[in-house]
């Protein structure tokens, strides 16, 4: 048979067959408008025609170790010679070294991981894990948060990316944030922690399961919770019997400058989901950790769950292979410096630019909040809506060769770990010109 060598397509081929073919997440089709993307490497991408964008959001927050790692994609390519896949009832030696890997870094006692093809579908089998394990069925998650596309994760959500799926699976109750917006501010830790402690008497401690947050909350606008937050979510899930689940899908593996970002509150949750990070998204990968005694619950009880690609080979080598770039690039030690950098960096920028009503990072986990008028705060775009000066910024970031996320009224600086100091001044340097664009909208 004739083999034909297929000619590469233009940016233009691609965008076209694309949105014929295939279908936009999130997003009216007719209102798409994606980057074409050919290559990439390091913290770069260049579109088929070469024009670079510097990749200021990981992609989806999820390229920590940055693009085109020769060490990973030579580990994703002898184990597809070797073995590419095997189902879930047979033991592999990357599934056996990345159990055993994990629950060495993982928090506390933390030592048994189920694997799933992302982050939904571990939160989902963390919803199960802890049902079968309470004997309780409800969940309580909180308001500003994402945690899935799959039925019961966008219940878990609180975002309006949840409104279209409702009414969904039953039994999840939400909950205020210790942050409400930036109008509001925020709430001290014990401030929120009464309302939480309120709302567990009001639902009936023994009919709740657990209580699943992200400790670091991701696009709902990188909160970080104040100090006790989570040492108090703890205590309160303890007294009550319900499990602390963590999604640290986005805040994990490095981004907030340690391994996991409930290590800075030196909490130990029951439940902790992860993805992105976990392979960098060079191929899929997610998984639930759970704490021995949960493990040991299911000796002896059937744990209901099972995915074809649970524990996938590829997956599983290019998790073992990543982790090993984190230790050896030391790059969370490198998130916490340039973190460093980068908190100098936006504190310049609140200074000088009126339109930036709040600025917060932890390690490289950054975003900003623009308003239109600084003493009264009141944001550049409505909750969950957009306007000309938003939409003009985000034109000019990819005009200049920005990649990052613009959501409502906040832009975020998510950069991939290995990035350098000269490198986020390269960034911010685009960011800073472009804050002039919103600037002319202050009052
Ligand atoms: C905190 C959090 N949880 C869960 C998810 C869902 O992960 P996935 O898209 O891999 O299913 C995301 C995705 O952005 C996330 O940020």
């Not at 945690?147 to 009414?167: I, Q």
């Not at 009464?194 to 992200?214: N, Q, Y």
């Not at 950098?341 to 709040?358: E, F, I, T």
């Not at 060769?401 to 986020?424: D, M």
Request: proline content about 5%; some cysteine; overall charge neutral.
């Amino acid at each position: 048979m004739a083999t034909e060598t297929l000619k590469k397509m233009t940016g233009d081929e691609m965008i076209a067959l694309t949105k014929q073919h295939t279908l936009f997440e999130w997003s009216a089709q007719s209102k798409v408008d994606p980057i074409p993307v050919a290559r990439a490497k390091g913290i770069y991408f260049w579109t088929p025609e070469g024009k670079r964008f510097i990749d200021f959001n990981s992609q989806l927050m999820c390229v920590n170790i940055g693009h085109g790692d020769e060490r990973v994609i030579h580990a994703i390519q002898e184990q597809a010679a070797v073995l590419a896949y095997a189902n879930p009832f047979m033991a592999t030696e990357p599934r056996a070294r990345l159990g055993a890997k994990l629950a060495r870094i993982a928090p506390g006692d933390i030592d048994v991981f189920f694997f799933t093809n992302g982050g939904a579908e571990a939160n989902e089998n963390a919803i199960k894990l802890a049902r079968l394990y309470t004997g309780r069925h409800k969940i309580l998650a909180r308001y500003r948060s994402y945690h899935g596309a799959t039925a019961g994760s966008m219940m878990l959500t609180g975002d309006p990316r949840r409104w279209a799926s409702e009414p969904g699976m039953p039994g999840v109750v939400h909950v205020l944030d210790p942050y409400h917006g930036i109008e509001r501010g925020w709430d001290s830790a014990e401030e929120s922690l009464a309302m939480l402690e309120e709302i567990i008497e009001l639902e009936g401690p023994k009919t709740i399961a657990a209580f699943v947050l992200e400790s670091v909350t991701g696009t709902n606008g990188v909160l970080i919770p104040p100090d006790g937050y989570m040492q108090g979510v703890r205590a309160l899930c303890t007294k009550h019997g319900i499990l602390m689940i963590c999604d640290e899908v986005m805040a994990g593996f490095g981004r907030t400058g340690e391994w996991f970002a409930i290590d800075h509150w030196k909490v130990v949750p029951d439940l902790l989901c992860m993805a992105k990070g976990l392979t960098s998204a060079y191929v899929p990968l997610g998984a639930v950790g759970m704490r021995r005694a949960i493990a040991d619950h299911f000796k002896d009880k059937v744990f209901y769950g099972g995915l074809t690609y649970n524990s996938h080979p590829l997956g599983c080598a290019a998790a073992l292979a990543t982790l090993q770039v984190y230790e050896d690039d030391k790059l969370i030690e490198n998130a916490r410096k340039m973190g460093t950098v980068m908190k100098g960096l936006m504190a310049d920028l609140a200074k000088r630019h009126p339109s930036v009503g709040a600025a917060r990072s932890i390690g490289l986990f950054g975003l900003i909040e623009l308003v239109r008028d600084r003493a009264k705060k009141t944001p550049l775009a409505p909750f969950n809506g957009t306007s000309d000066e938003m939409a003009a910024l985000a034109k000019f970031f990819r005009q200049e060769g920005l990649y990052t996320f613009v959501r409502w009224h906040t832009f975020f600086t998510n950069p991939p770990l290995c990035v350098t100091e000269a490198e986020l001044r390269e960034a911010f340097a685009i960011i800073d010109r472009g804050l002039e664009i919103t600037d002319r909208a202050v009052k």
